[in-house]
């Protein structure tokens, strides 16, 4: 009826992107998962990369808007964790360099439950400048 | 002058709070860190959690209001990853059980940018009914 | 492949909350709805509101979390439309009075996209004091 | 004292917005209205789009800066209904397609409460693909 | 066209705020003002006070919702400004303790602009320990 | 243990930008301080602005990142307070023109405090039109 210990579909999710030898963790279930990384300024710009490598490693079909849908809301929610208040990058005069994971699985007990997707991000936060920025962190959760 | 790949302590925050064989990660660096639980529907309740363990620990000297500050705006940019756009839980009806990780330490290069803190949370978030949740993260990290 | 210009479920749901009569249209479509009232203070009751009634006119199995969830963010949406800016009412010093409606159905011409669900809210807003109010109206959609 | 049921402005707004047939029950209560549409991903030419309309059409007096606050912020309630969290459009990749309504008139039953402004905003949002999106609503309502 | 330099309402409410000698300012231009105190974790108190402070001294007529919505929302700017991000309080363990001035007057050389309402907020925000805080400030604007 | 009543350096900071004769009580107390202008529809340029001013004028040593990162979030506070509700300006067509006070010092009696920093901000906000706008105050503080 919850979430199975085994397949805590954010938990791995985040490990994946802090340390890829965890990405075999995914395998092993049988879902279905990308890593990327992508840099710049423009908000918009981060939430293409995500859905361009989500689409080419056919994590979601992108001709189902149901799917898109699903997907891009979990980017925005990891991009909330990212910016911690307001989903806005270079408009503030701040850039991002993050890697990111997507996975989507099973995570529920219930076969009910059906898919879900997990975005986790990773990577600096600061201003346009090298070595001025810290470390940020996301992750967004739907069902798909 | 830029984060020390060995000493990115948003990650190890991160890391500790998802395993904690990682905190050993911590130690070995000399760094101060404290891992903690706390489940409410009140999100003060969550913020007070964080500050006691961070003072009864000596992460922080609570005495000093410089420190309180900084780990409260630390606290806070965690919560907006857990909370995803309102920083809010019993008020829209939702309750979360998380884990926290507090780390005190100096993760860059230069010595001139000393001490930093930060807060890793990873837990649960949803209704509050047992089942109906799934996973939420946050990290914030201050200069201390 | 595009929203079916006859099963517009946003639109739907919000003239059958504006306008009782609206609501055969959904009857025709062979969806499901049900209407109800909540006039709250305290946000969490709105958001409880909504979900009983979604739950015992069975808009949703509220058993499976997919379903809470899907209804759980549609509703969120909703409200960002009546509260325009914070998501909190009583802890603002004011008071809602509002009508809602809930529509379940396929408002998409291609199969896959499956069933979505809309929240519809109309009523007014404003301090604890009858007739120092205004209208608001909001409107939440998700696939589920 | 309060709003008078057959003069509620937002609701004949809306009402509008979603039917032009009803836009006579505007007409009949001798108040000023404009329809109008604005497709965009930048949420500036949105706002430019209803201002303009609202000023051609003599709904506000643009060279008072009075009318053009109160209508501006009337703009951006209704448009956190479309958006629902972020004001954003372009910069976190989606765009959208409105129909608006500018209703100016006088709702209160009390003459003291002077005219009142609605803005009314119905269409769709979603990714810069047609058939990906999904019908948004907002309203906002304010003094003149 | 514009505001006219002597008459400038935001600048001689917060001043007022921050130095009572600056009150006689206000006076000489034939505007009402009242000065007030209020210290609370709880933000509705916040906002009853400096309603109920600005009915008693007739800076509005409180039975016309008109100028109630007016203030409301000077007041929920000037809040803004003070708790910088979520107009939050005690749910976030934090208290202010503030100092207020509303000023009503005309500050634009066009008599068509007619009456303005400024809300000035000056204190202290912080943990609710006394010395954990610091200054913070707000100013709402609005036609009246 | 708490603010020195003669060190509030958010009063001071927000008298200097109101008024220029208060700079010199800033002088007295042997604190830095700049004052500054700068008119922009972008956001961006506005927190630009700033941290040249801050670098140029040496209140802040710019090759530190944790100099650099208390500035920031000061100005971004500081914006909360000026933008009230979304850190945005072009992108929701308003255009802003202010002046600034960034002053660092030790306001508080304990020397384990150590030095904050304060930003300042006083000017207009509007439409981009002259005369369309109304004023607008902000103000962020941070320990450094």
């Not at 199975?4 to 802090?18: C, N």
């Not at 490693?57 to 910016?83: C, D, K, P, W």
């Amino acid at each position: 009826m919850s979430l199975s210990e085994e397949k805590l579909i954010g938990k791995l999710a985040m490990l994946s992107v802090l340390d890829e030898t965890y990405t075999s963790h995914v395998d092993v279930l049988g879902w279905q998962q990308c890593i990327g990384k992508v840099g710049s300024m423009e908000s918009n710009k981060v939430v293409a990369a995500i859905e361009t490598a989500a689409k080419k490693n056919e994590i979601i079909n992108g001709s189902v808007y149901r799917e898109t849908h699903a997907l891009y809301h979990a980017i925005m929610e990891a991009l909330h964790g990212v910016t911690r208040g307001q989903v806005q990058l270079g408009t503030v005069l701040r850039t991002v360099g993050l890697k990111f994971s997507i996975v989507r699985g099973t995570p529920y007990e219930k076969e009910a439950e059906g898919e879900w997707i997990a975005v986790a991000l990773y990577g600096t936060i600061g201003a346009p400048v090298k070595g001025l920025e810290h470390e940020a962190i996301g992750l967004g959760i739907n069902h798909i």
